[in-house]
């Protein structure tokens, strides 16, 4: 659809856009950022916010909820009131690049955790590194800067970075790249502000905490939950669709039957019959390969990063329900309650600073002998080798892509809680649970552990190698993963 304004047609996204940015602009205008700080917290919690301040703030966020796809933000049930979640700091990182279906959530939802966090007495810097994008990621981005500016929130917002994958460059040596990009503002801050600071010989740590976003939709909720924990590395789940040769048989029918009910009003007896034709079955499943974007929001909700999480006995997750392996941690996260893990990152990580701050720890590709793994699963397992071994993982976190995955995850947008998880209960925020994790013993199945004459111990964790010059692992190759031992502390 287009509209007319002054002469010139213009696209509804257009449209919308120019809304956000203006309402923006008047909040930098105001030059009232505790002012502002108070409004986003009081309506990230669901509060009466009736100031003509606030009700500005409120039109700003509800034009950024008409300009694209939302993520609902749940009852927050006074998750938002936390005074010093974020000692030290909350360091704030993402890198983005073609993120502009993304980038209306990704605003809404960090103004309202960086003015919670800020109003409530938590230090917070956002740092973003975008790079190559052709569409209007960055002009979001510049929404987004106003809007920092006008809660007088520091951040470095780089945008159109030069980092480029060289010709030959291996994909994960170009990952870790980006990643340390995102995170360079960190190293400045300890001088600058007395934050983010390696601990002192007194004892004291003042590191702060780094939430890592990648290019998903989230919740402000999300995030909160999140800091909740005090974990060295905490993450939720995140779910998209399915892609085709990761189907079985029958979801690969099952999703033909929902797309011919959709598509091709027919009833249900006529779509199954359809559907197990065995002399369209290939035929099928070639079109399905090739027109793959015709499929997806009719398809499964699998979990997607199978490559970099394991449960805490060192296996890898699995894309269908129960997700993890190890039977302990499966009761409980089918139950919706946390589990210790081996590694995770799942779109969403919040991490101890410490170690990045000290300069002992950072994002890097696979050395000689080592796992041909991801930038994220590397770091787990430097990680576990420092010390650094307190790693939980929360199945109520779940983030998710796309417009497919918002409608399987919130049902069509008819319910603001991600109910939608196959084989999982959603469990309200407990701060019991909290303390019942953290008890939880970070050596749960022994089987899978040695200790060798120095008393150095090893874990089996599940390795699946990036062949040289891939850019994804074939799971279905046979030989694809197997078992790699990783040091601990």
Known sequence: MLLRFRGVKLSNADANFRSVKASAQSLKAIQDSAGLRECFAFLANGENADSSLCIRANNFLSRLHASGLMIPLPPSGNVFKRHGICAGGCFIATNVRDAQQVMPNYIYHLVLTVGSLTHYGNPVFVSVYESGSKDRTADWLQVLRDVLDALSIPHRLELGGSIQREKDEERIHFLARLRSAALAPLFQQC???GRFCAPSSQGSNTSGRIIFLNDVLFSAADIMRLLQYPADLVCGLDLGMAAEPDLTEKEHQATLVA??????????????????????????????????????????????????????????????????????SIDRVTAGRPVRVHCCWNGLAVINAEPFVRKILDFREHREGECAASECSLLCDDMWRLGYDNMIMDPNVRVTYDLAGVNKLFHALSTVLPLGAPGLVYAPFRQEEVRDVMLLPKHDDISRESSDSDGHRTREVDCCDLKKGANMVEFRDPGACRTSMVTLS
């Open 259 to 328: 797309y011919m009910r959709a598509k091709w009003w027919l009833p249900q007896h006529l779509a199954v019959q359809f559907s197990q034709l065995r002399f369209l079955r290939k035929r099928w499943r070639k079109y399905h390969r090739k027109h793959e974007l015709l499929f997806r929001e009719f398809g499964p909700l699998f979990f997607y990063d199978k490559w970099v999480a394991r449960d805490i006995s060192g296996r890898m997750f699995t894309n269908r329900s129960p997700y993890v392996v190890y039977q302990p």
């Open 191 to 193: 001088n600058a502000t």
